[in-house]
């Protein structure tokens, strides 16, 4: 496999070259793989002049050596071919394609009833407010906490963070049902920082604890660049250090660095764990956040109407 271009930016304002992210990618390339391999994978892709696009499907001219999985999507009701990235390879072939996000599914290919890991994301509001993330994380790691379980952190690489928390065998709903509740408990211990409102302008300069990564949705995932001014990465950071760190202390310039030879994604990670049952139940009461917002969305354009 050829690499072509690597002398040209990556996309504007970057502040790197596309042969920047091949070197990091290469040089994390075992860490990387390790937390997409076997996953479904959804990759956000930059081309000269134009906006940044997804991609599911694989294209026909991937090469062989790409594994893919054919899943069927519901929404939008035919089977899509998403490639497995198993390999350094394939990896590689991705950085070549100028894929500069890594977007894995929760659940592994071949066991579709299987959430991996209980997930939230938590947003602030605009501006720089990492450090009211990192508060929620807090609150958080609280909730889990007090629920008798225990998660891992990274940055998100954007403004936010993503706290995982590492599962034993369980029904997909029944995740979604708790991450809800994970959420809410959150929410309750200070509702004046964070808000599970799902609506944006019902979070009043709040965190949103993003409790939908369930089921079909994706999360980018630990050591991925994102599409962002100096293209910081999604890194994991031990609890003790979050309220020491910034998103643009990792980026695909010094994250490989600041490594070395360590997998803290894989080392922070916790022993997967049940999720207790009356977290489940509580979650089961707690109505489905995107459903709800669609409702109440229409209620509202109706009540403008009238």
């Keep these: 496999m050829s690499l072509t271009n690597l002398d040209q930016p990556l996309f504007d304002g970057a502040g790197a070259s596309k042969r920047d992210l091949v070197d990091y990618l290469d040089a994390v390339s075992d860490r990387a793989v390790a937390a997409l391999r076997d996953r479904p994978l959804s990759v956000i892709r930059v081309r000269a002049g134009q906006d940044p696009f997804m991609q599911k499907n694989v294209p026909k001219y991937a090469p062989p050596f790409v594994r893919t999985v054919t899943v069927w999507a519901e929404s939008s009701k035919r089977e899509v071919s998403y490639a ?12 070549n394609q100028r894929a500069v996000e890594y977007h894995p599914a929760l659940m592994r290919a071949g066991e579709p009833g299987h959430q991996t890991h209980l997930v939230l994301d938590l947003d602030p509001p605009e501006g720089d407010a990492f450090g009211m993330a990192v508060r929620a994380a807090h609150l958080v790691r609280q909730a889990l906490s007090d629920a008798g379980l225990a998660g891992a952190v990274k940055t998100s690489g954007a403004k936010g963070v993503h706290v995982f928390v590492p599962l034993a065998a369980a029904d997909i709903w029944d995740v979604a049902a708790a991450t809800r509740a994970v959420a809410a408990r959150a929410e309750r211990l200070d509702p004046a920082l964070a808000t599970t409102a799902f609506i944006r302008e019902d979070r009043g300069g709040k965190v949103f604890l993003d409790s939908t990564r369930a089921g079909g949705a994706t999360v980018v995932a630990a050591y991925s660049p994102r599409v962002r001014p100096g293209v910081p990465v999604s890194f994991p ?22 490594l070395g030879d360590g997998d803290p994604w894989t080392e922070l990670m916790p022993e997967p764990q049940e999720l207790p049952s009356d977290l489940v139940e509580e979650g089961h009461t707690i109505p489905i956040a995107r459903v709800q917002a669609m409702h109440e969305g229409k209620r509202r354009a109706r009540a403008r109407r009238t």
């Design 237 to 258: 950071v031990a609890w003790d250090d979050l309220d020491r760190v910034s998103p643009s202390d990792f980026t695909v310039h010094t994250a490989a660095g600041l």
């Design 84 to 95: 497995l990235c198993d390999d350094r390879p394939t990896l590689l072939w991705f950085a």
